[in-house]
């Protein structure tokens, strides 16, 4: 959350953190979604 904060002070920081946070849940949910089917 810091560096959240932190880059929302310059302008577009706000952006591209969101952006890397989106890109981040997205890698997250990938890596869910393979294990739950390599469970199975």
């Given at each position: ?17 969101l ?20 469970d199975?």
């Open positions: 959350m810091k560096l959240l904060v932190g880059s929302s002070k310059r302008r577009g920081g706000l952006a591209r953190a952006k890397e946070h989106k890109a981040r849940l997205y890698i997250i949910r990938r890596c869910v979604v393979m294990l739950l089917h390599r199975d």
